[in-house]
Structures are given as C-alpha cells and as structure tokens.
C-alpha cells in the first residue's frame, strides 16, 4: 500500500511568509507525528496528534508555529512569518492505533524548507 | 529528561564486512522501546530494528542485529556483510511507553555510514 506522502517536497520562501505543509498518513493510522531535522538540532519532535484527542504540542518551538489534522487523516503545519532559522527539513511520521506495544512510525519523504 | 546519545558522528566498512554502531541512552522509565533507523539520500527514514525493554532476547533483522544491554543502557547496532546499499545515516532512538502522548520519539545525532566497494 501507499505510504506517507508530504508535500511539497520542497519550498522556499522568503523571510515573513507564512508556509504551509502537507502530510498523508497511512491509511487507517490513527496516530500523526511531525518532526524537524535541521544540522544544528538534528531530529527535534514538534507535535503529535492520536485519533481524535487533543494534540501533544509540546514540542512546537514558537506560537508561529501550528498544525492541525482536518477528518483523523492529512494534516497540515503551518508556520507564520518564517524566519531563517526555521530552514530544515520538516518530516511526518503516522502509526497504526495503539495494539499493545512498540506501534512503529513510519516516515514520509519529507519536506525541505528554506527561507531566504 | 531522556536523552539519546550516538558518539560516532561517522563510520566506514568495507563491503562485506562488519560494523557495529553505538548508542546510550538515559532513562529513569523501565518501559520503553529502542529503535535504530536509517536515513540514506533520498531523505526518507526507515525502520531498521526495534527493540522492546522488557525483552531481554536481542532483536535481530537479517544481516542486522542489536546488542541490547539495559543495565548499562546500551543499544548498539551491528551490520553484518556490508553493503553499499547500507550506506546511510543510522539514528538511534528512544520511545518511552505507547500510545498517548508518550509517542513520540527521542533520536540521537546520528552516525554517518560509508561503505567502501
């Protein structure tokens, strides 16, 4: 079957534009992550949606930054008024519903942003 | 906080041969579950191993295998007959429980794997 799907795979903007990110879940997987690798930070985990409860932002690093998962599948990142250091490669990963143990993510292609 | 830490930012094998990637970890969990991924060029993260805490038998995936050792919270990777293919970035990572909001994962930096023809 079809894996994760982000788009675009890559987008650069100009510093102060908002952006938008696409990610397609596996279907039937319940669970949603996003995470941003970049050099100086290497892997970080930005937010995390499981079914239809709230989501885990914990790790969103700024109020620019938000997502949110329309219907239990595609979500969406959006980041405002981007600034350079928000440059990175943006991934998703999706999860089957919780079975008992260790649901394994599976990673979609990613999406590479860079602001000028 | 957990932290996951690989201390070899770079590796080389040559073809069929065999290496072993290393990997710490800090946890005061006793449930949780250790993974190692690669990351060739083409950016797409893919499961390598898992491992389970709670089990005590390390994982093993064909030519891949695990050194689980929890006492010293070690998870190293050993690859075994090398191949080109395998050239990637390997990240170890760490995922404490299941399900709500203990999901997500902890990677350490990586570690850069050449393979020499």
């Known amino acids: 079957g079809a894996g994760v799907s982000q788009s675009p795979s890559n987008k650069v903007t100009e510093k102060g534009k908002d952006v938008e990110l696409r990610c397609d879940p596996i279907?039937?997987?319940?669970?949603l992550y996003w995470y941003r690798q970049s050099l100086g930070q290497g892997l970080e985990f930005l937010i995390y949606?499981?079914?239809?409860?709230?989501?885990?932002k914990s790790g969103l690093p700024s109020d620019r930054f938000s997502a949110e998962r329309t219907g239990g599948s595609v979500s969406t990142l959006t980041i405002q008024r981007t600034q350079q250091e928000d440059s990175a490669v943006y991934l998703c990963?999706?999860?089957?519903?919780?079975?008992?143990?260790?649901?394994?993510?599976?990673f979609g292609p990613g999406t590479r942003l860079t602001v000028l | 906080a957990q932290t996951v830490t690989q201390s070899q930012p770079e590796m080389s094998v040559q073809e069929a041969e065999t290496v072993t990637l290393s990997c710490t970890y800090d946890?005061?969990?006793?449930?949780?579950?250790l993974f190692w991924y690669k990351q060739p060029p083409s950016r797409q993260m893919i499961l390598v191993i898992r491992?389970?805490?709670?089990?005590?038998q390390n994982a093993t995936e064909n030519r891949f295998s695990v050194n689980f050792q929890k006492a010293a919270k070690s998870f190293s990777l050993k690859i075994s007959d090398s191949q080109l293919g395998d050239a990637a970035i390997y990240f170890c990572?760490?995922?404490?429980?299941?399900?709500?909001?203990?999901?997500?994962?902890?990677f350490g930096k990586g570690t850069k794997l050449s393979v020499k023809p």
């Open positions: 990963a999706s999860s089957p519903p919780p079975s008992g143990r260790a649901d394994t993510q599976y």
């Open positions: 279907s039937g997987h319940t669970a």
């Open positions: 949606f499981q079914g239809n409860s709230a989501p885990d």
């Open positions: 946890t005061s969990e006793s449930d949780y579950y």
């Open positions: 491992q389970e805490a709670y089990k005590q």
């Open positions: 990572a760490y995922r404490k429980g299941y399900g709500g909001s203990q999901g997500n994962l902890i």
